[in-house]
């Protein structure tokens, strides 16, 4: 069995613990409150500037000159998405590079971003990449499943999760070139260096229902400090 289907076996259990989670239902049933679906997506696009570090060091690190065109490429649709992304809903969510930059970074998501730029240290493809492609493979996976549900057809919810398709799935997608080179990079590597990525790879996936669950619970760190100095009910977090 390759490295790369052996985190796949692993990581199923995660996948549907994400379909069950209620921010993920409530996409589906399209009962999120306005307040759920900003904290999301200020949190998101956010998090997905972090990754654009975690694309560069994809990039620098290389192993050949193959891999580091498509991190490139793939660095490049990311600049593309989150330019897109900051353009949309500007009334509703006035959110612009630099208000982006000043936007605090609530408790799951810094744990989040953390973790993955923590394996940049590494200098390590096979150690960064996993922390990054398991939030890539696991939004494509619920896009696939959410396309076998009956959902609510207005908008935000609409195209939410609604990405599957076009670069990033299939043979020639993201995804799969994601895991050959995981796989390509594992012939080299110990068999430790293989624990250790696939153990990121299912941290990655454990956060990504954290991640959920922070928006759907709405989590600052005012939260966190509510219950530490005031001795509010912790039963929330
Ligand atoms: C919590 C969270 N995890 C992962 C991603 C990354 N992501 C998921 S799908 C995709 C490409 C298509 O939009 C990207 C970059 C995210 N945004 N938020």
């Given at each position: 069995?390759?490295?790369?289907?052996?985190?796949?076996?692993?990581?199923?259990?995660?996948?549907?613990?994400?379909?069950?989670?209620?921010?993920?239902?409530?996409?589906?049933?399209g009962?999120?409150?306005?307040?759920?679906?900003?904290?999301?997506?200020?949190?998101?696009?956010?998090?997905?500037?972090?990754?654009?570090?975690?694309?560069?060091?994809?990039?620098?690190?290389?192993?050949?000159?193959?891999?580091?065109?498509?991190?490139?490429?793939?660095?490049?649709?990311?600049?593309?998405?989150?330019?897109?992304?900051?353009?949309?809903?500007?009334?509703?969510?006035?959110?612009?590079?630099?208000?982006?930059?000043?936007?605090?970074?609530?408790?799951?998501?810094?744990?989040?971003?953390?973790?993955?730029?923590?394996?940049?240290?590494?200098?390590?493809?096979?150690?960064?990449?996993?922390?990054?492609?398991?939030?890539?493979?696991?939004?494509?996976?619920?896009?696939?499943?959410?396309?076998?549900?009956?959902r609510v057809q207005e908008q935000?919810f609409k195209?939410?999760?609604?990405?599957?398709?076009?670069?990033?799935?299939?043979?020639?997608?993201?995804?799969?070139?994601?895991?050959?080179?995981?796989?390509?990079?594992?012939?080299?590597?110990?068999?430790?260096?293989?624990?250790?990525?696939?153990?990121?790879?299912?941290?990655?996936?454990?956060?990504?229902?954290?991640?959920?669950?922070?928006?759907?619970?709405?989590?600052?760190?005012?939260?966190?400090?509510?219950?530490?100095?005031?001795?509010?009910?912790?039963?929330?977090?």
């Amino acid at each position: 069995m390759s490295l790369s289907q052996d985190i796949l076996f692993e990581a199923q259990p995660y996948l549907i613990a994400n379909e069950k989670h209620p921010f993920v239902q409530g996409i589906i049933t399209g009962k999120l409150t306005p307040e759920q679906l900003s904290y999301y997506d200020e949190q998101d696009i956010a998090f997905e500037y972090n990754e654009v570090g975690v694309i560069n060091a994809l990039i620098n690190y290389s192993t050949n000159t193959n891999q580091a065109l498509l991190f490139h490429k793939r660095q490049d649709l990311q600049l593309h998405m989150l330019h897109d992304w900051l353009a949309r809903e500007p009334e509703s969510m006035p959110h612009n590079w630099q208000t982006l930059k000043q936007t605090t970074i609530q408790p799951i998501n810094q744990m989040y971003r953390q973790h993955m730029v923590a394996t940049i240290q590494t200098h390590s493809v096979l150690q960064i990449l996993p922390s990054f492609a398991a939030g890539e493979w696991m939004y494509i996976e619920l896009g696939k499943w959410m396309r076998n549900q009956t959902r609510v057809q207005e908008q935000p919810f609409k195209d939410f999760l609604n990405i599957g398709g076009g670069d990033f799935e299939g043979p020639n997608g993201y995804i799969q070139k994601f895991f050959d080179i995981i796989d390509h990079e594992a012939e080299s590597a110990t068999k430790r260096e293989q624990e250790q990525a696939k153990q990121t790879f299912l941290k990655s996936c454990l956060l990504e229902w954290y991640f959920w669950d922070a928006a759907y619970k709405q989590i600052t760190w005012n939260d966190w400090k509510d219950i530490a100095l005031n001795g509010k009910d912790n039963a929330m977090l």
